[in-house]
């Protein structure tokens, strides 16, 4: 007599189907529309400024890009871009030089050295001050820092003056020169830059920062050996961030230079200008000089973008974390 095999009753097997369920297929379908969106948005905004430059463009032709003055005034205007562009940069390599720094040290203080309760009001305050309006930062430049910056100014071309960048002629006034400007721009550019660095170096593995103290290490070995590593690709990615904040800013460089396009060679004395900053002052103009003020607004849109594109490139090659474990 054979007795059947009985089995043995318990929860049935699920079946595991990789196949994204509906509110999986609604999400991926809303962010890339929003990504879609965007790219549409820079493209609408490129052929906007091109059809709208284009004038200006066929009267200049490519002088336009190597003429320091813009001058529409008179029968015959004449359209640069060279003077406002050079002023740009200088504006925000100056503040990119004071605030990553600054941005480092706050960063590194917040996540390694701060308490709980100071570390949260660190992170309230830094993150406030980019809330507050671009207008107030320029306000405050003109009418307060400009005074105090003054001195200082002369300090360092009466003491560093052998260098070039901090060389002045005599008598020469030293407000409202790029190296204010570039100060205002710096405190405009740190909340963030701040916020991106760290928040890289917050994911720090603890086990690797742990391991550093356990050897023997002092705190700043350890931040050099593992931390600074780790958020390098953080580092990068703010400043690059930062940058591209200070390559935009209008209100703020629009009342504290004179806007005069020019190259300035010395960057403690007064003059110079930015693309922003003199569309904003020029915005009044009529005829082929608004063409003009377009084609400027368009050598910013093509240079912010490419400046963001090379940022793109080497944070991928510099991701966080890199090197920690050589």
Do not use: C
């Amino acid at each position: 007599m054979t007795v059947a095999a009985t089995q043995p009753k318990g929860p049935s097997r699920r079946t595991v189907a990789d196949r994204p369920s509906r509110a999986d297929k609604i999400f991926r379908r809303v962010t890339t529309g929003g990504g879609v969106f965007v790219l549409l948005l820079l493209v609408v905004i490129g052929f906007f400024l091109t059809v709208e430059a284009a004038p200006a463009l066929r009267h200049a032709g490519f002088g336009f890009f190597t003429t320091i003055h813009f001058d529409p005034a008179g029968d015959n205007p004449v359209f640069g871009v060279l003077g406002m562009l050079t002023g740009t940069v200088t504006v925000a390599v100056i503040a990119v030089l004071v605030a990553v720094p600054i941005s480092m040290l706050a960063a590194l203080f917040i996540t390694d050295y701060a308490g709980p309760r100071l570390r949260g009001l660190l992170t309230g305050t830094v993150d406030l001050l980019a809330a507050v309006p671009s207008l107030l930062y320029g306000l405050w430049g003109f009418s307060f820092l400009a005074p105090q910056v003054e001195p200082v100014a002369a300090w360092l071309s009466a003491n560093l003056g052998w260098i070039p960048l901090f060389e002045t002629t005599e008598n020469a006034t030293l407000v409202q020169s790029m190296f204010l400007a570039g100060l205002v721009v710096s405190l405009m550019v740190l909340p963030i830059t701040t916020s991106v660095i760290r928040e890289v170096f917050a994911q720090t593995p603890p086990g690797e920062k742990e391991a550093a103290l356990a050897l023997g290490g002092t705190r700043w070995g350890m931040v050099r050996s593992v931390i600074l590593p780790f958020g390098r690709g953080g580092i990068i990615g703010g400043a690059m961030l930062g940058l591209g904040r200070a390559l935009g800013e209008t209100i703020a460089v629009s009342l504290l230079l004179p806007q005069l396009p020019e190259i300035v060679t010395r960057i403690l004395e007064s003059g110079g200008s930015t693309i922003s900053g003199f569309i904003a002052r020029n915005a009044g103009i009529s005829g082929l000089g608004v063409n003009a003020l377009m084609a400027a607004g368009l050598v910013l849109f093509v240079f912010t973008l490419a400046t963001n594109f090379t940022a793109s490139v080497i944070i991928s090659r510099s991701r966080s974390g890199a090197g920690v474990d050589a």
